[in-house]
């Protein structure tokens, strides 16, 4: 515990120092050596000209490419204030780790911060990230990654310990009935007994796949909005070769007892004590889908607040909120990796096993999401695209009835003129060879082939009653 509280103080005293000495330096564009910069300061206890006293242990605090996370900072709308005040105004507070890393996780007492501590070659790995993260926001800021703040290591008594800021996906604020850390996979995808026993456990593929055996359901737009973002954050993640990431579920039940929604008013009460109720951009699940301002209401209660959540119904009818976010993406598939996957898949199947080359995991996590996970519920009200096909519908029996006219005319005409009735039965089996073959459904024209077509009739009428005098007056001759 004591370890765990100088760790924490050297976190907010290093990240105070270096943020607070960055607003000195000048706005500019971010130049390719930024993202490899790396800036140390050393703070012993009894303080120094440059750095303040502390009942720490001295340690020296390193900054990666201090310029580049601060522009990503301004473009998600975190200000320096903000951040220094939501890292180091109160304690951090420490929360269990549901994975197998062995990383400490901290999160900001205002909520909106994770702290994650990371391995060398997963520090490494983000730096090497950078430029083509930096670009992907550029092109896209709406997106389900994980959003990267800042990258730290804090070096004290012959140990380093890195740290990486980023969102937070899951809010305290709100209760999760349930979470899961879904890969796609089926291979050892239930969550331990020890991991059950938690208050707060985090689920796997086949406890999802057992608890919501059909799915969530979305409004259409919203599901598509969630599937085009999955599916470009993927093809990102295969194209720098990362894979073994998972999507992070956090489900609230909206219809669940009024008690759990009156704790977690008074929680969220003393959670937005913090001037201004900043909000990071595009930090909700919503926006990260989105965009701000926007929201799925044809699932839940327009009345509904959804925190920044994804509206959506379960199986049962039930009334959720999602709260999602892809994470561990600094996996890289190197050699161990290789070899990890090649002695499983000798024991086991080879596609159900997790560890898998980046372009079959991503398509795999993806066929997961779109066929079990996140289901479309089917619009009750009518739409426009319906809308235009009854005005199609229309305009076919319009120009059935022009057609079935002209044909009752030329009846009448054709006892006539058996003497060409080769010529005419050619038009009759054109004009007419959808009424006498009931299989053959009639091409959808346009408003001006329709107006076309019925020209085209009534020219045709006439040509006939001219043809059927020319040939009374020759007979009479004769």
């Known amino acids: 515990q004591t370890a765990s509280s100088a760790i924490k103080g050297a976190i907010q005293l290093g ?19 930024d993202f490899y910069v790396v800036e140390s300061v050393f703070l012993p206890s009894e303080g120094s000209n440059l750095t303040p006293a502390h009942h720490y242990p001295d340690f020296r605090f390193k900054t990666y490419a201090p310029l580049a996370f601060r522009y990503f900072r301004e473009l998600f709308g975190i200000k320096p204030d903000d951040y220094l005040y939501s890292i180091c105004s109160e304690p951090l507070i420490e929360l269990s780790n549901p994975g197998a890393s062995g990383s400490l996780f901290f999160v900001t007492s205002d909520d909106e911060f994770i702290i994650k501590t990371v391995q060398h070659k997963e520090a490494e790995f983000l730096q090497k990230l950078l430029p083509g993260y930096y670009m992907n926001l550029n092109q896209n800021p709406r997106t389900l990654l994980p959003k990267f703040y800042g990258l730290y290591c804090v070096q004290s008594g012959g140990i380093n310990i890195r740290i990486v800021v980023m969102n937070n996906v899951l809010p305290r604020a709100l209760k999760m009935h349930f979470t899961y850390d ?43 909005a969630l599937m ?49 109720g900043q909000k990071v951009l595009y930090s909700t699940a919503m926006e990260s889908i989105q965009g701000p301002g926007k929201s799925g209401d044809s699932v839940t209660t327009e009345t509904t607040n959804t925190m920044g959540g994804i509206p959506a119904k379960s199986h049962k009818g039930e009334k959720l909120l999602l709260f999602m976010g892809i994470i561990d993406i600094l996996q890289s598939y190197r050699l161990m990796k290789k070899l990890e996957h090649s002695w499983k898949a000798l024991v086991y199947d080879g596609d159900t096993v997790s560890v898998h080359r980046p372009s079959f995991y991503a398509d795999r996590f993806l066929k997961f999401m779109s066929t079990r996970v996140f289901k479309k519920v089917q619009a009750l009200k009518s739409s426009p695209s319906k809308k235009r096909c009854n005005s199609i519908t229309a305009l076919k029996a319009t120009s059935q009835e022009v057609v079935c006219a002209a044909s009752e005319e030329w009846k009448d005409e054709k006892h006539s003129i058996l003497a060409e009735g080769q010529s005419y039965a050619s038009l009759d089996e054109e004009v007419l060879g959808s009424r006498h073959r009931p299989d053959l459904v009639p091409s959808t024209p346009s408003l001006f082939e329709a107006a076309s077509l019925a020209t085209t009739i009534s020219s045709s009428s006439l040509n006939v009653n001219e043809h059927y005098q020319h040939d009374r007056s020759m007979l009479s001759s004769s």
Do not use: W
């Not at 093809?235 to 579920?249: A, C, P, T």
């Open 228 to 276: 085009k973002t999955l599916q470009r954050d993927c093809r990102v993640l295969e194209s720098f070769k990362i894979m073994d990431y998972s999507l992070l579920l956090g489900i609230h039940i909206l219809n669940s007892n009024m008690k759990e929604k009156d704790g977690e008013s008074s929680q969220s009460a003393s959670d937005m004590k913090r001037p201004g």
């Open 182 to 224: 879904l890969k796609g996979s089926t291979y050892k995808r239930r969550a331990s007994r020890k991991e059950r026993e938690k208050s707060n456990p985090t689920f796997k593929d086949l406890d999802f796949l057992q608890d919501m055996h059909e799915g969530l359901y979305f409004d259409s737009e919203t599901h598509s």
């Open 15 to 33: 990240i105070g120092y270096t943020v607070g000495n960055l607003t000195s330096k000048p706005d500019r564009d971010v130049l390719m050596q």
